[in-house]
Protein backbone atom coordinates (compact mmCIF):
# COMPACT_ATOMS: atom_id res chain seq x y z
CA UNK A 1 0.00 0.00 0.00
CA UNK A 2 1.53 3.35 -0.96
CA UNK A 3 0.30 6.77 0.87
CA UNK A 4 0.77 10.13 0.07
CA UNK A 5 0.09 13.10 1.77
CA UNK A 6 0.91 17.20 0.83
CA UNK A 7 3.15 19.58 3.26
CA UNK A 8 3.35 22.90 3.86
CA UNK A 9 6.83 22.98 2.48
CA UNK A 10 7.68 26.44 0.46
CA UNK A 11 11.19 26.64 0.02
CA UNK A 12 12.26 26.96 -3.67
CA UNK A 13 8.20 26.96 -4.70
CA UNK A 14 7.41 29.86 -6.86
CA UNK A 15 3.86 31.30 -6.32
CA UNK A 16 1.88 33.59 -8.46
CA UNK A 17 -1.23 35.52 -6.65
CA UNK A 18 -4.23 36.18 -9.19
CA UNK A 19 -6.28 38.74 -7.60
CA UNK A 20 -9.47 40.59 -8.66
CA UNK A 21 -9.72 44.26 -8.27
CA UNK A 22 -13.08 44.54 -8.20
CA UNK A 23 -14.39 44.61 -4.33
CA UNK A 24 -10.44 45.50 -4.24
CA UNK A 25 -11.84 46.29 -0.15
CA UNK A 26 -11.96 42.28 0.47
CA UNK A 27 -9.35 41.21 -1.63
CA UNK A 28 -6.66 43.55 -0.81
CA UNK A 29 -7.08 41.50 2.64
CA UNK A 30 -6.94 38.21 0.92
CA UNK A 31 -3.69 39.05 -0.87
CA UNK A 32 -2.53 40.38 2.40
CA UNK A 33 -3.43 36.81 4.18
CA UNK A 34 -1.82 34.50 0.68
CA UNK A 35 1.10 36.74 1.05
CA UNK A 36 1.23 35.98 4.93
CA UNK A 37 0.73 32.18 4.52
CA UNK A 38 3.21 31.76 2.07
CA UNK A 39 6.20 33.16 4.04
CA UNK A 40 5.13 31.58 7.25
CA UNK A 41 5.71 28.53 5.18
CA UNK A 42 8.99 29.54 3.76
CA UNK A 43 8.09 31.02 0.29
CA UNK A 44 10.49 33.69 -0.49
CA UNK A 45 9.24 37.04 -1.67
CA UNK A 46 11.33 36.92 -4.75
CA UNK A 47 9.13 34.04 -5.68
CA UNK A 48 5.71 35.76 -5.41
CA UNK A 49 4.26 37.40 -7.95
CA UNK A 50 1.36 39.35 -7.94
CA UNK A 51 -1.18 40.05 -10.95
CA UNK A 52 -4.02 42.24 -10.59
CA UNK A 53 -7.04 41.03 -12.85
CA UNK A 54 -10.28 43.54 -13.34
CA UNK A 55 -12.47 41.00 -11.73
CA UNK A 56 -13.36 37.67 -10.67
CA UNK A 57 -14.58 36.55 -14.30
CA UNK A 58 -10.84 37.49 -15.70
CA UNK A 59 -9.31 35.69 -13.26
CA UNK A 60 -9.50 31.89 -15.04
CA UNK A 61 -7.83 33.73 -18.53
CA UNK A 62 -4.78 35.18 -15.98
CA UNK A 63 -4.19 32.24 -13.83
CA UNK A 64 -3.96 30.01 -17.49
CA UNK A 65 -1.80 32.07 -18.86
CA UNK A 66 0.48 31.96 -15.51
CA UNK A 67 0.47 28.40 -14.97
CA UNK A 68 1.14 27.68 -18.94
CA UNK A 69 4.31 29.56 -18.86
CA UNK A 70 5.79 27.46 -17.11
CA UNK A 71 7.32 30.12 -14.62
CA UNK A 72 5.32 28.92 -11.67
CA UNK A 73 4.27 26.28 -9.94
CA UNK A 74 1.18 27.07 -8.24
CA UNK A 75 -1.54 29.62 -8.47
CA UNK A 76 -3.89 31.17 -5.88
CA UNK A 77 -6.96 32.88 -7.55
CA UNK A 78 -8.14 35.79 -5.10
CA UNK A 79 -11.66 37.32 -5.62
CA UNK A 80 -14.95 38.63 -3.73
CA UNK A 81 -18.23 38.06 -5.85
CA UNK A 82 -21.32 39.84 -4.07
CA UNK A 83 -24.60 38.85 -3.86
CA UNK A 84 -26.14 42.53 -5.69
CA UNK A 85 -29.90 43.49 -6.67
CA UNK A 86 -29.88 40.55 -9.35
CA UNK A 87 -28.14 37.38 -9.93
CA UNK A 88 -25.14 38.33 -12.07
CA UNK A 89 -23.34 37.11 -8.92
CA UNK A 90 -24.16 33.42 -9.24
CA UNK A 91 -22.94 34.02 -13.18
CA UNK A 92 -19.50 35.66 -12.19
CA UNK A 93 -19.43 33.26 -9.09
CA UNK A 94 -19.96 30.06 -11.17
CA UNK A 95 -17.69 30.61 -14.17
CA UNK A 96 -15.14 32.05 -12.17
CA UNK A 97 -14.81 28.53 -9.98
CA UNK A 98 -15.19 26.15 -13.70
CA UNK A 99 -12.80 28.39 -15.26
CA UNK A 100 -10.26 27.85 -12.15
CA UNK A 101 -10.62 24.33 -12.26
CA UNK A 102 -10.33 23.82 -16.04
CA UNK A 103 -6.98 25.84 -15.89
CA UNK A 104 -5.59 23.20 -12.93
CA UNK A 105 -6.56 20.64 -15.15
CA UNK A 106 -5.60 21.53 -18.21
CA UNK A 107 -2.10 22.91 -16.80
CA UNK A 108 -1.30 20.40 -14.11
CA UNK A 109 -0.47 23.16 -11.95
CA UNK A 110 -2.54 23.87 -8.55
CA UNK A 111 -4.97 26.48 -8.80
CA UNK A 112 -5.85 27.42 -5.52
CA UNK A 113 -9.62 28.94 -5.05
CA UNK A 114 -10.11 31.98 -2.43
CA UNK A 115 -12.57 33.79 -4.73
CA UNK A 116 -15.59 34.28 -1.96
CA UNK A 117 -18.94 33.93 -2.83
CA UNK A 118 -21.07 36.46 -0.58
CA UNK A 119 -24.27 37.62 0.10
CA UNK A 120 -23.31 40.78 2.16
CA UNK A 121 -19.73 42.63 2.48
CA UNK A 122 -20.17 42.16 5.81
CA UNK A 123 -20.04 37.97 5.37
CA UNK A 124 -16.87 38.65 3.01
CA UNK A 125 -14.96 41.16 5.32
CA UNK A 126 -15.46 38.24 7.69
CA UNK A 127 -13.89 35.94 5.86
CA UNK A 128 -11.22 38.45 4.67
CA UNK A 129 -9.75 38.38 8.08
CA UNK A 130 -12.23 38.43 10.74
CA UNK A 131 -14.29 36.18 12.74
CA UNK A 132 -13.94 33.35 9.90
CA UNK A 133 -10.47 33.70 9.21
CA UNK A 134 -8.68 34.95 6.06
CA UNK A 135 -9.80 32.50 2.93
CA UNK A 136 -5.81 33.98 1.48
CA UNK A 137 -4.28 32.51 3.91
CA UNK A 138 -6.09 29.11 3.49
CA UNK A 139 -5.56 28.93 -0.15
CA UNK A 140 -2.16 29.49 -0.01
CA UNK A 141 -1.67 26.93 3.10
CA UNK A 142 -3.68 24.51 -0.28
CA UNK A 143 -1.04 25.67 -2.66
CA UNK A 144 1.45 24.62 -1.46
CA UNK A 145 0.29 21.04 -0.09
CA UNK A 146 -1.07 20.42 -3.73
CA UNK A 147 2.48 21.57 -5.35
CA UNK A 148 4.20 18.92 -2.47
CA UNK A 149 1.44 16.48 -2.79
CA UNK A 150 1.96 16.49 -6.67
CA UNK A 151 5.49 15.97 -6.65
CA UNK A 152 5.42 12.97 -4.80
CA UNK A 153 2.55 11.25 -7.11
CA UNK A 154 4.02 9.46 -10.43
CA UNK A 155 4.08 11.07 -13.77
CA UNK A 156 1.71 10.38 -16.29
CA UNK A 157 2.49 8.24 -19.15
CA UNK A 158 2.97 10.16 -22.41
Same mark, same amino acid.
Given at each position: ? /? ?5 ? #?? %? ?8 ? #? ?5 ? %? ?9 ? @? #? ?23 ? #? ?10 ? @? ?11 ? /? ?32 ? @? ?15 ? %? ?17
Amino acid at each position: M /STYVGHL #RG %EGIRVALACA #RFNDLVT %ERLLAGARDGL @A #RHGVDEASITVVWAPGAVELPLVAQ #RLAAAGEVDAVI @ALGAVIRGATDHH /SHVGGQCAAGLQRVALDTGIPVAFAVLTTDTLDQ @ALERAGAKAGNKGYEAA %ETALEMVDLLRQLPKASP
